[in-house]
């Protein structure tokens, strides 16, 4: 049996167990979860020390098992492992169990929430490791339903109930589109089948005609898109990680918002590569809405938990660049990107959920000299702001500069013609290393510097290993990535390499008119009349 198999089925299994385990039974509950999603992290662990990009196997992938379900209709129970969702595996495995160790502050209907946090986990995973369009879409939508169950019954702030409803109206609204495009790609490919590899091939051998291509292309872009908060549909993400529970912030923010990014990569380009390249300059410009303006609007903001995630939408913005270079450095750069904001995104919000929980409050004016009283906390939160601004050491800046190299030397369809995109780069860059620094850095000096506030002084730091490990796990592989980026790197160049070039490659389906006409033999000037 494939190994990951256990990743999703551990924690899906486990919320099958909460059913009946009665309510009342708290230390049982967390310790299920504790443990259903410690073993998906350990087999991740381990698959990640062995895996050997070199020598993959079918179709790319290593650990391919398949399980037929629906064979009228080409739909199987399929999984397998490349260097692309390799990292997004780990780094969703290891969030998984991190915000199980936080979601120690539910007081009230703690099995609900647990089993609901168990299918996120097991969803989102699963939707990574699955071969097949299929299950792909019904896994991440497993892992979205409790994420608007979650923020509406356990949220917090005057605005829970406005972040839930705005929440589930846009991501509706994504998964909706998307699926009208995975449907009409499916039936114009003609190849009836859901698996990945094999509609992928026979995609190749026998191209979806252009026209199409270019019809099904924004369905997949702009609902994939909405789904991780393309601008100008992100307005929904700042508010609900606002009001989000500390654990649900950490698993959507920091897993299953890459998702749409993961399917734009493994679905939409190598399946639609015409409809890419006429649709792609948009994106380029999209994305700096995504750098540039949330950049703007976290300068303004008050709010500890607004400000990180318009920093994390930003952020998303940089993987969009990185996806519309259609470079293998771009390409490369966007996965660890991924990679690296899943560890930031869940380490910052686990730390302002715990400064939630001893304030009350994340207005950053309330706050200051936190490293004085909270020296380990603070020291993380310090940590995970730098990281944010793209600071050297961390699996961010690695993926940052891999883009913004793939971007330079990168050039878009625009008007018939290849035009660079050079300015774009210069632009996110600006935004990188000058908009995100003036809002990191001035958070850090309002929240971490200066006298203590008074409501601070008889909080207590972090203490106790088993309180600190979350944490120390999160930060761990945000250092893992940008100390040693190769981790990541390497898997993911060796698979997103084909793709660059597959792409590349692409051409039009030639005029049929105007081949024979170029192709006919000249008639002689006697033969006229």
Same mark, same amino acid.
């Not at 406005?162 to 495009?181: D, K, R, S, V």
């Given at each position: 049996m494939s190994p990951l198999l256990w990743i999703p089925g551990v924690p899906l299994f486990a919320a099958l167990m909460l059913m009946a385990v009665p309510g009342t039974y708290k230390v049982v509950v967390r310790a299920v979860t504790l443990a259903a999603t410690a073993i998906p992290m350990l087999v991740a662990l381990n698959l990640l020390a062995g895996f050997d990009a070199a020598t993959p196997g079918e179709g790319g992938y290593r650990f391919v098992q398949e399980f037929p379900w629906v064979e009228s209709l080409g739909i199987s129970l399929k999984v397998g492992l490349d260097g692309v969702n390799l990292g997004l595996v780990v780094m969703g495995s290891v969030v998984g169990f991190a915000a199980a160790c936080v979601s120690w502050d539910i007081r009230e209907r703690t099995k609900e929430f647990h089993l609901l946090l168990l299918l996120m986990t097991g969803g989102i995973l699963g939707a990574f490791v699955s071969l097949d369009v299929f299950f792909l879409?019904?896994?991440?939508?497993?892992?979205?339903?409790?994420?608007?169950?979650?923020?509406?019954?356990?949220?917090?702030?005057?605005?829970?109930?406005?972040?839930?409803?705005?929440?589930?109206?846009? %991501?509706? =609204? &994504? /998964?909706?589109?998307? @699926?009208?495009? !995975?449907?009409? +790609?499916? $039936?114009?490919?003609?190849?009836?089948?859901?698996?990945?590899?094999?509609?992928?091939?026979?995609?190749?051998?026998?191209?979806?005609?252009?026209?199409?291509?270019?019809?099904?292309?924004?369905?997949?872009?702009?609902?994939?898109?909405?789904?991780?908060?393309?601008?100008?549909?992100?307005?929904?993400?700042?508010?609900?990680?606002?009001?989000?529970?500390?654990?649900?912030?950490?698993?959507?923010?920091?897993?299953?918002?890459?998702?749409?990014?993961?399917?734009?990569?493994?679905?939409?380009?190598?399946? %639609?590569? =015409? &409809? /890419?390249?006429?649709? @792609?300059?948009? !994106?380029?410009? +999209?994305? $700096?809405?995504?750098?540039?303006?949330?950049?703007?609007?976290?300068?303004?903001?008050?709010?500890?938990?607004?400000?990180?995630?318009?920093?994390?939408?930003?952020?998303?913005?940089?993987?969009?660049?990185?996806?519309?270079?259609?470079?293998?450095?771009?390409?490369?750069?966007?996965?660890?990107?991924?990679?690296?904001?899943?560890?930031?995104?869940?380490?910052?919000?686990?730390?302002?959920?715990?400064?939630?929980?001893?304030?009350?409050?994340?207005?950053?004016?309330?706050?200051?000299?936190l490293l004085r009283q909270l020296p380990f906390a603070g020291s993380l939160m310090v940590m995970a702001m730098m990281a944010g601004c793209g600071l050297p050491g961390f699996g961010s800046f690695v993926g940052e500069m891999m883009v913004l190299f793939g971007g330079w030397n990168s050039t878009l369809a625009i008007c018939g013609g290849a035009v660079s995109i050079r300015w774009l780069v210069a632009a996110a860059a600006w935004g990188a290393l000058i908009v995100a620094a003036v809002y990191m850095l001035r958070g850090i000096r309002v929240m971490f510097h200066g006298a203590v506030a008074e409501a601070w002084t008889s909080v207590a730091d972090l203490s106790g290993a088993w309180r600190k490990l979350p944490y120390l796990l999160l930060l761990g592989g945000l250092l893992a990535v940008g100390v040693w980026p190769r981790l990541v790197t390497d898997p993911a160049g060796v698979s997103v390499r084909p793709l660059a070039e597959a792409v590349e490659r692409s051409r039009p389906a030639p005029n049929l008119a105007v081949s024979a006409a170029a192709t006919a033999p000249a008639v002689p000037p006697a033969a006229l009349p």
């Open positions: 879409y019904v896994f991440h939508e497993l892992a979205l339903v409790p994420t608007f169950i979650m923020i509406g019954v356990w949220g917090r702030g005057e605005r829970r109930t406005e972040a839930a409803f705005q929440i589930t109206q846009y %991501l509706t =609204l &994504g /998964a909706l589109i998307a @699926l009208i495009g !995975l449907i009409a +790609l499916y $039936l114009q490919s003609g190849a009836q089948t859901f698996d990945l590899v094999r509609l992928t091939e026979h995609v190749r051998a026998n191209p979806i005609p252009e026209a199409r291509q270019v019809f099904i292309f924004p369905w997949l872009l702009f609902g994939f898109g909405i789904l991780v908060s393309l601008w100008p549909f992100h307005t929904w993400a700042p508010l609900g990680y606002g009001a989000a529970p500390t654990a649900t912030a950490m698993i959507h923010a920091g897993v299953v918002k890459k998702f749409g990014l993961y399917a734009l990569l493994k679905v939409a380009l190598p399946i %639609l590569p =015409l &409809g /890419a390249k006429a649709w @792609l300059p948009l !994106l380029a410009w +999209l994305c $700096l809405g995504n750098i540039l303006y949330c950049g703007w609007v976290a300068m303004r903001q008050k709010d500890l938990n607004l400000l990180i995630g318009n920093s994390s939408v930003a952020h998303v913005g940089f993987v969009f660049l990185g996806l519309a270079s259609l470079t293998t450095t771009g390409l490369t750069g966007a996965v660890v990107i991924m990679v690296a904001h899943g560890f930031l995104a869940a380490l910052s919000f686990a730390l302002s959920g715990w400064l939630h929980a001893q304030s009350g409050s994340l207005e950053m004016s309330r706050m200051g000299g």
